[in-house]
């Protein structure tokens, strides 16, 4: 079955980092497309980036943009997110995905972790 | 960027009822559009993609149909454990917009 748990998440003060880690499993990783997605406590979801298999294109809403950074380790079947310069409006879960293809953006996410918990605040 | 806007919000019917969602991209996307279910606590799950196309093992109860702006997502026959948030998703470029959502209840 396929498996994404994410990790790491947890309370950081404004201006503060913070890395979340997605391990996967169950299938063959450096086959598909990944992304993260957040969603603010009682609100909607919210797209935040995305990488291709090798990890050599990676994609950024504008909210995140020059703040996060989206990498994955293939040998490790792991995904990752560093966060910096965090805002209150980070606060969210947030969710690893998996997208249902190689090639990023043009497919749904078709699996998603759990999510982890992000709270920015002082 | 392109836009999903999501109607109704919230809406409440009876057990049995056919329900219908609907979305609306500022821009066509041809049948780039999923949709997503969301239960409480739980992580979104893919219903339908390519705007009509049943993922594996969701009831056939669920549908989509549309292409370039306008969807929808139609429930023929609301069952109790269909109560949830849904969203609809445009995926066919960066940034990849959700619709704000729609509450589903029974009354």
């Known amino acids: 079955d396929v498996q994404l748990l994410e990790s790491g998440g947890g309370l950081v003060q404004p201006g503060g980092s913070l890395r979340l880690s997605c391990a996967a499993s169950?299938?063959?990783?450096?086959?598909?497309?990944m992304t993260w997605v957040r969603q603010a406590p009682g609100t909607g979801l919210e797209w935040v980036a995305g990488i291709a298999t090798s990890g050599g294109n990676t994609y950024y809403a504008a909210s995140v943009e020059g703040r996060f950074t989206i990498t994955r380790d293939n040998s490790k079947n792991t995904m990752y997110l560093q966060m910096s310069s965090l805002r209150g409006e980070d606060t969210a879960t947030y969710f690893c995905a998996r997208w249902g293809g190689v090639i990023p953006l043009v497919h749904p996410i078709d699996y998603w972790g759990q999510g982890t918990l992000v709270t920015v605040s002082s | 960027d392109i836009q999903m806007t999501q109607s109704p919000s919230s809406l409440s019917a009876f057990v049995g009822d056919r329900v219908t969602i609907t979305c609306r991209a500022s821009?066509?996307?041809?049948?780039?559009l999923a949709w997503y279910q969301q239960k409480p606590g739980k992580a979104p799950k893919l219903l339908i993609y390519?705007?009509?196309t049943l993922q594996a093992g969701v009831p056939s109860r669920f549908s989509g149909g549309g292409s370039g702006t306008d969807f929808t997502l139609t429930i023929s026959s609301l069952q109790p454990e269909d109560v949830a948030t849904y969203y609809c998703?445009?995926?066919?470029?960066?940034?990849?917009?959700f619709g704000q959502g729609t509450k589903v209840e029974i009354k």
């Open positions: 998703q445009k995926y066919n470029s960066a940034p990849q917009m």
């Open positions: 169950g299938f063959t990783f450096s086959s598909h497309a």
């Open positions: 390519a705007a009509s």
């Open positions: 821009q066509g996307i041809s049948s780039y």
